[in-house]
């Protein structure tokens, strides 16, 4: 029988890039049932310290992070808010 995917495993690591002193949260998802990674769905593919990416095989997202306070919170561009790939 396929599998449904009904539970997963998710890991999540908070790497520090010593040179720049910037954060990144790197993240996976699996099926712990049958082992299948999940794939991250747009995300451009690379690096970016100021925002979200997807390692090369798309089963890695890699998101900057900072603490609290340091840049301006998000919901103060609460206009700019998008939903997308809803049906
Ligand atoms: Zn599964």
Not at 5 to 20: G, I, P, Q, T, Y
């Amino acid at each position: 029988m396929t599998c449904q995917h009904m539970k997963f495993e998710a890991s999540c690591k908070v790497a520090r890039l010593e040179d720049s002193g910037r954060f990144m949260l790197e993240a996976r998802v699996r099926c712990t049932e049958c082992g299948t990674p999940f794939q991250f769905l747009g995300l451009p593919p690379g690096l970016n310290l100021e925002g979200a990416t997807v390692s090369i095989d798309g089963l890695e997202a890699n998101i900057a992070i900072c603490p609290q306070g340091q840049r301006p919170n998000p919901m103060q561009g609460l206009m700019g808010y998008e939903l997308k790939g809803f049906n």
